[in-house]
């Protein structure tokens, strides 16, 4: 079993930046192939934000954070950050990390490839 611990969210005013990571842990040898950050708002279903490619790097944004945040990964400490900058009170919702230890290259957006979901962090955008 992987274990996904995220942390960094909380309160920011609206253009202000938040930081958040996320740690990966087993007692066995992980596989992993992406890392992403998906987000659920109050009442609304999980979103795709951006993932990373573990191997090659390669990331990927949804159009409305394009410019705005950005993925990073740390492959010895298994942790994946994500640095939001220019916030919005849109933005205010739970951000989860998600593991997948197989994914297509197509399949960054879709929850239900990833095998390993974090608890979240709440981030709350003030206007």
């Known amino acids: 079993q992987v274990r996904l611990v995220e942390s960094g969210g909380g309160l920011v005013q609206a253009g202000g930046s938040l930081r958040i990571s996320c740690v990966a842990s087993s007692e066995r040898a992980m596989r992993i192939t992406a890392m992403s950050w998906f987000r659920e708002g109050p009442g609304e279903d999980s979103e795709f934000v951006t993932g990373i490619n573990w191997n090659v790097g390669n990331k990927y944004y949804a159009d409305h954070v394009m410019g705005r945040f950005t993925i990073s990964k740390d492959n010895t400490k298994k942790t994946v950050v994500l640095q939001m900058n220019s916030l919005l009170p849109e933005y205010t919702a739970v951000y989860c990390c998600?593991?997948?230890?197989?994914?297509?290259?197509?399949?960054?957006?879709?929850?239900?490839?990833?095998?390993?979901w974090g608890q979240g962090t709440r981030v709350t955008v003030s206007s």
């Open positions: 998600a593991l997948a230890e197989a994914l297509y290259t197509t399949d960054y957006y879709i929850s239900r490839a990833y095998d390993f």
